[in-house]
């Protein structure tokens, strides 16, 4: 009859510029697609160049090394028998645009353009690429000579076209245009697609994968179809995890769907559906009828060639399924994991350096890299003979095979303990257990001899000795003395890195990982290179109080146990000295607020974008059962004058993973000033006059209300 599809999706970990391992990649993917009986492949956005190419895409190089790789898949004999749908840079008439190139037996059948563009967050396409404008519309593309010595081409349809086979037709969506308002999908829908694809490269923030699910699933509930959607995953090459999540709905819901977090460079779904479903779910609803036969019809590319057979009465097809979403403390333990596994085996070293404090923060950093090693570990068991092999270039050993992840995360991973007189013995013994719980190489060092050398270099210069504030010192002194201390660890951390494996007779060198979180960064509480200044940092984009619950997770599913004691002490840099042997020194004391307060400042001034003001008028409300409005108004005061006065420490922040739309990633994300007026002089007047005008009509509310019982009695 011809009514049993079959048609593949997936997600492929590339990389930019990445061409010869793009092109492998997406080789096999097609290899697998065509083993399970798929008639239609797709693939993620860019999937050829990579997504991540920024401005390479400006290169001429870029453009052509795209369409050589367009030529291998033409003349490969694994592209054959199957529509394949590939995404790659075209320059049509001297415009760049970011396009699906779907072809079938070595015959490009359509070249459709992006329509619209991601331009907000961490998207700039705007700066590399046009949006196509022209709906419904189809101009001839001049091919390359390369692809015309392949196809036998000299044109084809370029623009906003849709493809009909023998037996249905399918509309593409390029990732964003499924956020957009006015999706193709509604009208191409309406106009008879009954096959939606969307190519993605859609990017890990905690919770996202909720909000995409939704966003397909309810493309095709009001008007019925079959949609498809393939992402890239995995890092290539910037702060980004692109999370996979490939999935297949028909009318609404779920029939296939794609891991979000995986070692896994190649991962294809497959799945076999009834058009009919489509068409009786389409026949029922009537306003769906009376649109459609409004509608502007689209260009249709016609396709000699069935997604379906002609004898398919008893070929089973898929059902739906119960999406399974991942808890935010997952997430943190799975996404960072896999962003460092491709970070650490792409750049060719041999592992990671931590310093490991004994906090929260670094803490949940060697956790992160702890569960970095039960992924890899599981994905050898499963029989991944891609991770395996880069186990073995990582390790030095052509023989090795990890099977426990304390015995791997030893062979990978160095935690060390700088201690100074500082420090207390609580948190040095935190760190060593969790080093021991975990496995890594750990390593006890003292810095208070490297410290000592910095300081009397300046007295030595100055005649001057500055002291801590506990012995008389001054605010600048004290600062200044915290601040060689850190900056030694940084130092020392580098040194480290580099010699440790030296040291021990083993090749290579060690990536330092940093471990600020992201309220510490929005708030300034860090020493600017100090060992916040890192290689990478896996956690720089998660608040505190995410991070609190992900260690409370790994207490429970790591059986670390260590990490009770780490949660229950009160946070701090043990950079002032001691007070009877203990620490005395608090990061919410020092800061003049609580995590809890700046997480809350962190969402309210970049996901409300929200300004002193307005910050102010939302929290006179929030805090209305616990804060004055002059406490208010103090507490949001003090919070610009400190955000705006450390600012410009975001410009050399460590390259962070990016978990949340709170971040204050200054690389492209969050773009601000680093030098402000801290007075906020305007700003602050006008938090003043609601302040008064809110006390005089308390004031006038309670000597009413005081007038009135006086009248009663």
């Not at 000299?154 to 906003?160: H, I, L, Y």
């Not at 037709?169 to 309406?190: F, Q, R, T």
């Not at 008007?223 to 890239?232: D, F, H, R, S, V």
């Not at 891991?259 to 559906?273: H, N, P, R």
Request: with cysteine.
């Amino acid at each position: 009859m011809g009514r049993a599809v079959t048609v593949a999706t997936c997600a492929l970990n590339q990389w930019a510029l990445d061409f010869q391992g793009n092109l492998e990649r997406i080789v096999r993917s097609i290899d697998i697609a065509k083993s399970r009986g798929a008639r239609y492949r797709l693939g993620p956005e860019l999937e050829i160049c990579g997504y991540g190419c920024s401005d390479h895409y400006y290169e001429s190089d870029t453009l052509l090394h795209s369409f050589q790789v367009l030529a291998k898949l033409l003349e490969s004999p694994a592209t054959q028998d199957i529509i394949c749908d590939v995404g790659m840079p075209v320059l049509h008439r001297n415009v760049r645009y970011s396009c699906r190139v779907i072809f079938l037996n070595k015959k490009i059948l359509l070249i459709r353009p992006k329509i619209s563009l991601a331009n907000a967050g961490n998207y700039r396409e705007l700066r590399w690429f046009t949006p196509w404008n022209k709906a419904r519309h189809v101009e001839e593309y001049f091919l390359p000579r390369i692809i015309q010595e392949v196809t036998g081409q000299e044109t084809v349809p370029f623009g906003d076209a849709v493809l009909a086979t023998k037996d249905t037709c399918l509309g593409a969506e390029i990732c964003e245009e499924l956020w957009a308002p006015n999706s193709p999908h509604i009208e191409m829908g309406l106009d008879g697609v009954e096959i939606f694809t969307n190519s993605s490269a859609s990017h890990h923030v905690l919770w996202k994968a909720h909000t995409r699910v939704d966003l397909v699933n309810s493309a095709t509930a009001k008007n019925g179809g079959i949609y498809i959607l393939a992402n890239q995953k995995g890092c290539d090459g910037d702060r980004l995890y692109y999370d996979g999540c490939a999935m297949i709905s028909v009318n609404g819901e779920t029939v296939a769907q794609g891991s979000q977090f995986s070692l896994d460079d190649v991962e294809v779904l497959v799945a076999t559906l009834d058009l009919e479903d489509v068409r009786s779910y389409r026949a029922e609803i009537s306003s769906r009828n009376l649109a459609a036969s409004k509608v502007n019809p689209y260009p249709r590319i016609k396709v000699d060639f069935a997604l379906s057979c002609s004898d398919d009465v008893a070929v089973p097809t898929c059902v739906p399924v119960q999406w399974r979403h991942h808890s935010p403390e997952e997430e943190i333990s799975l996404g960072p994991a896999c962003w460092l596994w491709d970070y650490l085996r792409r750049s060719k070293q041999a592992g990671f350096l931590l310093p490991l404090s004994g906090g929260i923060d670094s803490s949940a950093t060697a956790c992160i890299v702890y569960s970095m090693c039960h992924q890899v570990c599981l994905a050898v068991k499963n029989g991944n003979a891609d991770v395996l092999a880069d186990v073995r270039k990582i390790v030095n050993d052509e023989t090795y095979v990890p099977e426990d992840p304390r015995e791997f995360c030893k062979r990978i991973f160095t935690t060390c303990y700088m201690a100074s007189e500082n420090s207390s013995q609580d948190t040095r013994n935190r760190a060593k257990l969790l080093a021991e719980q975990i496995g890594s190489y750990h390593i006890n060092l003292n810095i208070d001899a490297a410290v000592k050398a910095v300081v009397g270099i300046f007295i030595m210069v100055t005649g001057r000795t500055p002291c801590f504030s506990v012995y008389g010192g001054s605010s600048r002194e004290n600062l200044a003395l915290q601040n060689v201390q850190a900056r030694i660890r940084m130092v020392l951390a580098y040194v480290f890195a580099q010699l440790t494996l030296w040291a021990r007779g083993m090749p290579g060198g060690l990536l330092v990982l940093g471990s600020t979180n992201a309220d510490e960064s929005l708030r300034g509480y860090l020493t600017k290179y100090d060992c916040s200044s890192a290689d990478i940092n896996p956690i720089g984009g998660i608040s505190k109080t995410d991070l609190k619950n992900f260690v409370q997770y790994c207490i429970e599913n790591f059986q670390l146990t260590a990490l009770r004691s780490i949660m229950s002490a009160p946070p701090t840099p043990e950079l002032e000295p001691l007070v009877d042997g203990h620490v005395a020194q608090t990061d919410e004391v020092d800061m003049g607020m609580t995590y809890a307060e700046l997480s809350i400042y962190g969402k309210l001034r970049k996901i409300a974008k929200a300004g002193p003001y307005s910050m102010f008028c939302k929290l006179i409300n929030m805090w209305k059962e616990i804060c004055t409005p002059r406490e208010v108004a103090s507490k949001v005061k003090h919070f610009f004058r400190v955000y705006s006065m450390n600012r410009h420490k975001m410009t050399t922040l460590t390259p962070s993973y990016h978990a949340e739309n709170y971040s204050p990633d200054d690389n492209r994300f969050d773009l601000r000033p680093f030098l402000y007026n801290t007075s906020w002089s305007w700003q602050f007047r006008c938090i003043d006059k609601e302040v008064s005008a809110v006390c005089f009509l308390y004031r006038f509310v309670f000597k009413a209300l005081a007038m009135g019982q006086a009248q009663l009695q």
